[in-house]
């Protein structure tokens, strides 16, 4: 079985910046596309970015653009969220998710891996 486990998160001042990591372990997965989701209380699960492994395409949401990075190192099987020009609204659980199978970079349903989730609190 394989394990997502992300670290990083914290509190930061709006403007600031944080460095999120997902490490894999259990199984590598490299061969895997991987992106990041986030939930604020009260609110559904949405995507943040994601990462194609096959030809490194990205993808963001429209309210991370130009503030945000996703990568990846496969020889360290870890996946990496750089966050950049933190907003109060970006205060959310952050979450890790690996997909065995093609399928919509945006959908939750298409990953079938996800770690437990870090806290990334933005204070105004």
């Known amino acids: 079985q394989g394990q997502l486990v992300e670290s990083g998160g914290g509190l930061v001042q709006a403007g600031g910046s944080l460095r999120l990591s997902c490490a894999a372990s259990?199984?590598?997965?490299?061969?895997?596309?991987m992106g990041w989701f986030r939930q604020a209380p009260g609110k559904e699960r949405e995507v943040v970015a994601a990462i194609r492994w096959t030809s490194g395409l990205t993808a963001y949401a429209d309210f991370v653009k130009g503030r945000f990075a996703i990568s990846r190192d496969n020889a360290k099987n870890t996946m990496y969220l750089q966050m950049n020009s933190l907003k109060a609204e970006d205060t959310a659980v952050y979450y890790c998710?690996?997909?065995?199978?093609?399928?919509?970079?945006?959908?939750?349903?298409?990953?079938?891996?996800w770690g437990q989730g870090t806290q990334v609190t933005v204070s105004s």
């Open positions: 998710a690996a997909a065995s199978s093609y399928g919509p970079m945006y959908r939750a349903s298409t990953y079938d891996y």
């Open positions: 259990g199984r590598t997965f490299t061969t895997y596309d």
